[in-house]
């Protein structure tokens, strides 16, 4: 009924996911959900044993301006849960109203892998995604977004509309990484100090890390041939960015990454989601 009246005050979908993540004997179990709105989440599975895997579901297909996501996942001490999605995320053109996106994740001593296929942003659409990750002392976190601006592959430029994207990671409360870009002009897509001409933009995060880990994944980065990728290290926390014109190199150089780190990170060999393969 919500839902209903949003809509038809033409303020669009307000959905809210809300996942707990807890220890049970030997295994993650999903332990509480909670849902509103047009977001859902299949059965777990655990192709790996321990580790529950579970797909985050948008059953509209695409998001509009007004609509607003809410995804809150919290992993309790000893979980270690990972999350992905079965497809891309479509942004269509706004008739005036900003579509949102807030995710809000709190690790307490576990492990969360947030790791969603891409999000594609049409012409004209206007949209503020907001990342915020609390992690306890001892927490795990590998996570990535991948935003394509306009859609590359039919040459059709993110000539109109406006994109905000804020991240903030944290520790124990202290910040570990904050991170802004607003895309609200079509020459911001050109400047050097925009995305330079390049369509898709991506960003992996993963803490804790080290030297080693950074020198491992330096590589993999330097083997884009088509785009630029680097790599750092910051305050415990490994971040690694793409710049292209490809969604699917973008794809295929994190799944590479994380395949290499996750055992450096989390002690455990990879384990890739099944619906990887279809």
Known sequence: MIEAAAIAAGEGWQAELTLGFSRRGDKTVL???????????QRPFYPEGEVCHAYVLHPPGGVVGGDALHLHFTVEPAAHALLTTPGA???????????????????????LEWLPQENIFFPGAKIALRSTIHLDTAAQFIGWEIHS??????????TQGSA??????????????????????????????????????????????????????????????DGSAGVTLLNGVLVVRYLG??????QHLFRHIWQHIRPLVTGRPAVPPRIWNT
């Open 245 to 250: 014109n490809s969604t699917a190199q973008a």
């Open 149 to 158: 601006l306009g859609r590359p592959v039919i040459a059709e430029p993110f």
């Open 164 to 225: 905000l994207f804020k991240t903030a990671l944290y520790r124990d409360g202290k910040p570990l990484l904050l991170d802004r870009l607003l895309i609200d002009h079509a020459q911001a897509l050109y400047t050097a100090a925009g995305l330079r001409g390049q369509p898709v933009m991506a960003t992996l995060l993963a803490t804790p890390a080290s030297v080693a880990t950074l020198e491992a994944v330096r590589p993999y980065c330097q083997d884009i041939t």
């Open 89 to 111: 995320t479509k942004f269509y053109r706004s008739a005036g109203l900003q579509a949102q996106q807030h995710q809000h994740f709190h690790v307490a001593g576990g492990c």
């Open 31 to 41: 332990s509480s959900r909670r849902q509103r709105g047009p977001l859902a989440v």
